[in-house]
């Protein structure tokens, strides 16, 4: 079927490194991805977007790469810091009628360590 | 402002008991959903509204009962939960995707529920 998946569900790093999060995807006529950040306790918080018009898009610390040849989605984070330690999922948005739904990848545990 | 808030922050509940779930936002938003989330997993979509109409079930048992009563509130009755219902609920809000966009979702703290 149709999934949003992770290729590591963990990835450890030192302070200061680049982190790299991966995400494939399997539904071609996906064309909207969003990545959360969850921090232990709290709710899904949104870090960045990418429509599928787009290879990549640049926030604060964050960029998000779209590869739709492969059906591959990145997000990388600069001078990783311990408060960017948290579970990471990439959310696909796939057409539901009226309404689009939002699926989630399985998450990868971030640990950043000092 | 991009807040979504939830009430409670935790709720213990017996099997016979009857609970909501309270969601507010003030951003403007007219889609709203409520997603279940199990420890170590990621959230799964339950219920969708637009425009305060209910447009997605995802085959929810009947002892979940949304109520969207007006624009800003989405609230989620409980009744005759079972243990494997305990989990985290999140509420989130995004722009109604009335005009094929896709719209960013904002998610609330969420509410830990415990069935006992």
């Known amino acids: 079927g149709e999934s949003v998946g992770l290729h590591l569900p963990t990835l450890s790093v030192q302070e200061g490194d680049n982190s790299i999060i991966n995400c494939a995807y399997s539904?071609?006529?996906?064309?909207?991805f969003i990545w959360y950040k969850q921090e232990s306790g709290k709710g899904p918080q949104f870090i960045i977007d990418?429509?599928?018009?787009?290879d990549k898009r640049q926030g604060q610390r964050v960029t998000v790469l779209l590869n739709k040849t492969v059906k591959h989605l990145s997000l990388q984070i600069a001078a990783t810091q311990p408060g960017d330690s948290a579970v990471y999922f990439c959310?696909?948005?796939?057409?539901?009628?009226?309404?689009?739904?939002?699926?989630f990848g399985k998450g990868t545990l971030l640990t950043v360590n000092p | 402002d991009t807040e979504v808030t939830q009430t409670p922050k935790h709720l213990v509940m017996g099997m016979t008991n009857k609970k909501s779930l309270k969601c507010e936002q003030h951003?403007?938003?007219?889609?709203m959903y409520w997603y279940k989330q199990k420890a170590k997993k990621p959230p799964e979509l339950m219920f969708v509204?637009?425009?305060?109409?209910?447009?997605i079930n995802e085959s929810v048992p009947s002892r979940f009962s949304p109520e969207c009563p007006n624009s800003s509130l989405l609230n989620l009755h409980l009744h005759a939960l079972q243990p494997e219902d305990s989990a985290l609920y999140l509420c989130?809000?995004?722009?109604?995707?009335?005009?094929?966009?896709?719209?960013?979702?904002?998610f609330g703290p969420g509410t830990r529920l415990l069935v006992l």
């Open positions: 509204y637009s425009y305060e109409k209910l447009s």
């Open positions: 959310a696909e948005m796939i057409s539901g009628g009226s309404n689009y739904k939002l699926t």
């Open positions: 951003m403007g938003h007219r889609a």
């Open positions: 990418i429509r599928s018009n787009m």
């Open positions: 539904n071609s006529a996906s064309d909207y």
């Open positions: 989130a809000s995004s722009q109604a995707s009335s005009s094929g966009a896709k719209e960013t979702q904002y």
